[in-house]
């Protein structure tokens, strides 16, 4: 059975499914039609599947003309239908995993997604989980799920897990560039994922287990949060003393060793960061420990959103207005420059906080016309055009994400006030005292 998948992976004759067509699951795909691949991708979202099919894309990376090339290729083909599991050879899963109001996994995506495919899996397949979650996932969620078709792990049919590295916006690295760390079940499995993944990038590292793979994605993710929260700390500290905190990160940044920068803001984005160290917090309860250095850093970050609001409550107060009845421009939506990405965006966390204490609040992001349905935020809003007599309007503009196209001294000139909390007047020379860091 492995040598004739295998034998179908190096031949360029195996077909691959891609499951979850969003930020991770459509560049991925991307990668496999470019290596020669054909690829059918699944979703549960008819939209997206009609979009994909017409050659439109609906993420701003990722341009319709390539989406027209895959699909005019015949090497690219989307579906919302399930029951299509079973003509593909290698099944690779890309779908959420977000926390539940008690922060704790929500691994529904991932066992619905693990049902529809034990419905139709067949005999020769390969099952690859790219879903970033908890040391264990694989083994423990998936395999019991996968094991209800019959077939038995290592003999029918096989299973890995190679966490996503996706990071919208860089242009210095690429799906195709960036290494992939990959798991398996057993060798057999660890063989056929290598195999397959070395038709869409150019490094493969494999690791000893599907654990080792899950865990190598959390302590990355768990490396940024502990990090980030360490500069968002200093940032309120140095604050209060009257220390610029950028002005201190870009001193310790020329020590050629021993430091890494990281950059404080108005808390955590991405689908990564916010969510991936809370999965390992709850699993270590399961063996009897608290990681109480994780689940501080997590505190701090959280807890950014409202320091912006009570520095932009300090500021108004000082000019005798109440942020009640304020009108508010946040700039930017996404949860970092230069993106289309909004996910466990900080900028939603801000909007929702202004608006239950009373604000009158619009925001501008180019690169994010109008809202879409969200699992936790339901703002129906569209991005006002930036002009000199829009921003006069507002009491306070919020500087959340720092997009290249804004123009800062152009902005601070015109608005009453700039709370900013990305550095990104840090260059502007007039208005200063318009201007509050946060």
Same mark, same amino acid.
């Given at each position: 059975?492995?040598?004739?998948l ?8 195996a077909?691959?499914g891609g499951v979850?067509?969003?930020y991770?699951?459509l560049?991925?795909?991307r990668?496999f ?6 690829v059918?991708?699944?979703?549960v979202?008819a939209?997206k ?16 003309k390539l989406i027209r090339q895959?699909?005019r290729s ?5 579906t919302d ?11 690779l ?5 977000p926390?539940t ?10 066992v619905?997604?693990a049902e ?19 040391p264990?996932?694989t083994?423990e969620v998936?395999?019991?799920?996968l094991?209800?078709?019959?077939l ?17 916006g860089?242009k210095?690295?690429?799906?195709r ?7 398996g079940y ?18 493969v ?6 654990e ?5 994605k959390?302590?990355e993710?768990t ?5 980030i929260?360490l500069?968002?700390?200093?940032? *309120? +500290? ?6 610029d905190?950028w002005e /201190?990160?870009h001193?310790? !940044?020329t %020590?050629p060793f021993g ?5 404080p803001g108005?808390?955590?984005g ?5 969510i991936d160290?809370f999965?390992?917090s ?6 009897g ?5 994780i689940e501080?850093?997590?505190e701090?970050?959280v ?13 108004l107060?000082a ?7 304020a009108k508010?421009l *946040? +700039?930017?939506?996404?949860y970092?420059?230069?993106?289309d990405? /909004?996910?466990?965006s900080? !900028?939603? %966390? ?9 604000a009158?609040?619009?925001y501008?992001d180019?690169h994010?016309?109008r809202?879409h ?6 703002l129906?809003?569209?991005?006002k055009p ?37 550095n990104?007047?840090?260059g502007?020379?007039r208005?200063?005292?318009?201007? /509050?860091?946060?």
């Amino acid at each position: 059975m492995i040598r004739d998948l295998l034998r179908k992976i190096e031949s360029g004759k195996a077909l691959v499914g891609g499951v979850g067509l969003g930020y991770v699951g459509l560049p991925l795909v991307r990668e496999f039609v470019r290596g020669g691949a054909r690829v059918l991708g699944f979703d549960v979202d008819a939209a997206k599947v009609a979009q994909l099919k017409a050659g439109r894309s609906y993420i701003e990376h990722i341009p319709s003309k390539l989406i027209r090339q895959m699909v005019r290729s015949r090497r690219f083909r989307a579906t919302d239908d399930f029951a299509r599991l079973s003509e593909v050879d290698v099944i690779l899963i890309c779908v959420p995993t977000p926390l539940t109001p008690q922060r704790e996994p929500d691994m529904s995506y991932i066992v619905s997604t693990a049902e529809s495919i034990a419905a139709h899996l067949r005999k020769g397949q390969l099952v690859v989980l790219e879903s970033t979650t908890y040391p264990g996932t694989t083994r423990e969620v998936m395999l019991p799920i996968l094991a209800k078709s019959g077939l038995k792990v290592g003999r029918d049919f096989f299973l890995a897990f190679s966490p996503e590295r996706e990071d919208p916006g860089r242009k210095d690295y690429t799906t195709r560039t960036i290494p992939k760390v990959v798991g398996g079940y057993d060798r057999k499995s660890l063989a056929a994922a290598t195999a397959c993944y070395r038709i869409a990038v150019n490094t493969v590292v494999p690791v000893s287990s599907c654990e080792a793979a899950e865990a190598t994605k959390i302590l990355e993710n768990t490396y940024r949060c502990v990090n980030i929260a360490l500069v968002n700390e200093l940032k *309120v +500290l140095l604050d209060r003393m009257g220390i610029d905190v950028w002005e /201190v990160i870009h001193a310790a !940044s020329t %020590k050629p060793f021993g430091f890494t920068p990281f950059y404080p803001g108005p808390g955590l984005g991405g689908h990564c960061i916010p969510i991936d160290p809370f999965y390992l917090s709850w699993k270590a309860r399961q063996y009897g420990l608290t990681t109480r250095f994780i689940e501080l850093a997590g505190e701090v970050n959280v807890a950014m959103p409202r320091y912006v609001i009570g520095k932009l409550i300090d500021a108004l107060n000082a000019r005798g207005q109440a942020l009640n009845g304020a009108k508010v421009l *946040v +700039l930017g939506l996404a949860y970092k420059k230069d993106i289309d990405d /909004v996910r466990e965006s900080p !900028s939603l %966390k801000l909007i929702e906080l202004l608006r239950a204490k009373g604000a009158k609040v619009d925001y501008n992001d180019p690169h994010v016309p109008r809202t879409h349905k969200m699992r936790e935020h339901n703002l129906r809003m569209a991005s006002k055009p930036l002009s000199a007599a829009m921003l006069g309007r507002y009491d306070a503009v919020i500087i959340s994400t720092d997009h290249s196209c804004y123009d800062y001294p152009f902005i601070v000139t015109h608005a009453r006030l700039v709370i900013d909390t990305r550095n990104a007047t840090g260059g502007v020379k007039r208005g200063r005292r318009k201007i /509050v860091k946060a």
